[in-house]
């Protein structure tokens, strides 16, 4: 398969990348840093763009399979007050670039907890964490209301981990959270239910939680 990455170079990308190069896919990544990206291969291609502005973005998505959305923000500190757009801007100039190439698969990260009971809403939104989760959630909602014409997939794990596959099997849930499961999940652990995901073509225009079973 051609697999484009946007944020191929963060933590669960740059695993994302391995795996996808290791099935022996063909992956174009799309970063802001190219020097950054830490794999070689001679089915990988790297270019740099500016991840808001479909007009350079759609070009390389010509010919492509699916879309593997990676990206994330940047740490914010406990004192920044300001609202997070992040997760829906980068997505609405990827979606812009999908609809100018004919692109149709898209399979993008989330989190556990982006729904979140009322009486934890407005303490959660008082912290970062809060409002990345409230611009996560934004983003679910658009691809479910306005993305139709998208064979779009959410996967949302719990906690993530620098870790590699940990090889149990990944558990499955349409609520927030996987019940029964470890509140930590290692990225190789993501980056092997993103490729499943697209290889199979499970969970279409779904939200998935994901997560990895507690010992007994």
Known sequence: ???????????TGQFVVKQ??????????LVR???????????LSVSKVNIFRSEELHPHLNGSDAIISCLGTRKLSLFDRSKI???????????????????KRLVCLSSWGTKRPPVLEKTMRLFPVG?????MLEMEV????????????VIKP??????APSGLPILTSHQER???????????????FVLQCVEQGTWVKSRVSIGVKTWT
């Open 131 to 135: 409002r990345l989760l409230d611009n």
């Open 33 to 43: 840093n190219p020097d950054s990206l830490t794999s070689s291969n001679a089915r």
């Open 1 to 11: 398969m051609k697999l484009i990455i946007f944020g191929a170079t963060g933590p």
């Open 158 to 163: 719990a906690g993530l981990l620098d870790k």
């Open 178 to 192: 996987v019940q029964g499961c470890k509140m930590v999940l290692s990225r190789g652990d993501v980056a092997r």
């Open 20 to 29: 996808a190069l290791g099935k022996g896919h063909h992956v174009k990544a």
């Open 142 to 153: 658009y691809l479910e209301d306005h993305c139709c014409d998208i064979d779009y997939t």
């Open 85 to 103: 757009t992040f997760y829906t801007d980068s997505l609405q100039s990827i979606l812009d670039s999908m609809r100018m190439s004919g692109t």
